[in-house]
Structure formats: structure tokens, C-alpha cells
């Protein structure tokens, strides 16, 4: 089992930043590839980027590129997601998720593991 908590999430206004971390307990969290998901009301689960085990490579989905940054420390057991020039179409609930096998995955039905989620609103 991994538990995972998110925090950092808040109100900011458009053009503003926000750094959400994820912090791991339970098993080895260096064997995990982590997402970053995100749920706007009314609109299904969307990826919004991941990192692998090692933090080597990232993805991210488009309407983020250039403007979110993920990053883990493993000796933390924490991933983290920076999001610079936030945009009202960003609010939503973000969620980390956990997948075993370090690879990243932009389908949520294939993480194992799911924070409780942490609001972030962006105000115009």
C-alpha cells in the first residue's frame, strides 16, 4: 500500500503560481512512476502530467506544457507539481497517483494509488 496526501492547493488569481506537493508513506516510493491529475466539476478525470520512478523524464499534457513543472526527491517521498501562469481554466481538484513499474501512464484506471485531492482555484 501507498498512502498518498496532497497540499498546497488555494485561491490565486490568473497569472499567479502555485506549488502542490504529494507526500508518499507505505511502500518503497522510489519504484513508483507518479501522476498529477486534475477534475474541473462536471468534466471527467484528466492527466495533467507524470514523472518517472527516477525522475528522468516528464510528461505533460498539452494546455500545460511551458507553464506546469513536476519534480520528485525521493528521499522525501514527495512529488511535486509548480504551476506558473495560472489560468481560470485550470481550477479544478488535482490529484497524485501512483503506478508501480515506473512508467508513466495517461489512463487513470492505471494507477494504483490516489491522494484525497487538494482545490485550486484561479480567479480572472
Known amino acids: 500500500q501507498v498512502q498518498l496526501v496532497e497540499s498546497g492547493g488555494g485561491l490565486v488569481q490568473a497569472g499567479g503560481s502555485l506549488r502542490l506537493s504529494c507526500a508518499a508513506s507505505?511502500?518503497?516510493?522510489?519504484?513508483?512512476?507518479m501522476g498529477w491529475f486534475r477534475q474541473a466539476p462536471g468534466k471527467e478525470r484528466e492527466f495533467v502530467g507524470g514523472?518517472?520512478?527516477?525522475?528522468?523524464?516528464?510528461y505533460y499534457t498539452a494546455s500545460v506544457k511551458g507553464r506546469f513543472t513536476i519534480s520528485r526527491d525521493n528521499a522525501k517521498n514527495t512529488v511535486y507539481l509548480q504551476m506558473n501562469s495560472l489560468k481560470p481554466e485550470d481550477t479544478a481538484v488535482y490529484y497524485c497517483?501512483?503506478?508501480?513499474?515506473?512508467?508513466?501512464?495517461?489512463?487513470?484506471?492505471?494507477?494504483?494509488?490516489w491522494g484525497q485531492g487538494t482545490q485550486v482555484t484561479v480567479s480572472s
Open positions: 514523472i518517472t520512478w527516477n525522475g528522468g523524464s516528464t
Open positions: 497517483a501512483a503506478r508501480p513499474r515506473g512508467v508513466v501512464a495517461i489512463t487513470a484506471t492505471l494507477y494504483d494509488y
Open positions: 507505505g511502500r518503497t516510493f522510489s519504484n513508483y512512476a
